[in-house]
């Protein structure tokens, strides 16, 4: 019977403790929320500047990609080789672009 007496006095400790918790989480859900419109900004207003920087970039890849080599010149080299694999002749040509 004590022992009865000493499960049934824990368990109301740990019920009440319980319950303790429970009402604690439900008033701080009941707490006024306030919200400053000031603070939230769009995804463009907080990186535009991230935004730029890599549109920037892309216009010097473009730019920098459409030059063909130093002074606009196209090189040319032609090998011939005999059957043998041996190299006959070796034309190099350039022109302007």
Do not use: H
């Amino acid at each position: 019977m004590y022992m009865l007496q000493t499960a049934m006095k824990y368990s109301t400790k740990a019920l009440g403790a319980f319950i303790l918790l429970l009402m604690n989480f439900a008033a701080q859900a009941q707490d006024k929320v306030e919200i400053d419109t000031q603070e939230i900004k769009s995804w463009f207003e907080r990186n535009w500047i991230w935004v730029a920087g890599g549109v920037v970039l892309l216009l010097l890849i473009v730019l920098l990609s459409r030059r063909s080599g130093p002074g606009g010149q196209r090189r040319t080299t032609t090998v011939i080789k005999d059957p043998d694999g041996k190299v006959k002749s070796v034309t190099t040509t350039e022109e302007k672009l």
